[in-house]
């Protein structure tokens, strides 16, 4: 028995997206990347994929969040300023709590994003990633 999973069609952006605005796995669309707010599953409790693939993997979320709370501030702000509605001081301090808040609560839409994206332009497991798991099967026989 090998552990080595069978090339599957590649799914589109828009189901990549989708599963990782379900919080899903981007291979299989049904495993929880998440077990609590914070902890992820990894591997995949349905197809065993791997979310953290290599050391310091998950540091690219961090452009995900920092973009996606760029993006809502900036917006925010020209909405705000020329709305008139509310002054600098006011306007500051809601974005700067938004600024700090934000990210919070969007750092697992942030990691799933990237692991989808990850996962459009290198799909799990590549050729690295298969040597090992061959290794694993065959020192798991050995045994
Ligand atoms: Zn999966």
Redesign the pocket.
Known sequence: MSSTPSPVARPSQATLTGRALRL????????RLFRGWLRMND???????RFDRAPGYLLGSIYFNYGVTTLLVTAAYFAGYFSGKLTSQQLLIALAAFSVLFPMWFFRYARALWIAFDERWDPWPNEQEQRELKRAAAAAEEK
């Open positions: 899903r796995c981007p291979a299989c669309g049904q495993g591997p995949c409790p349905r197809c065993g994929r």
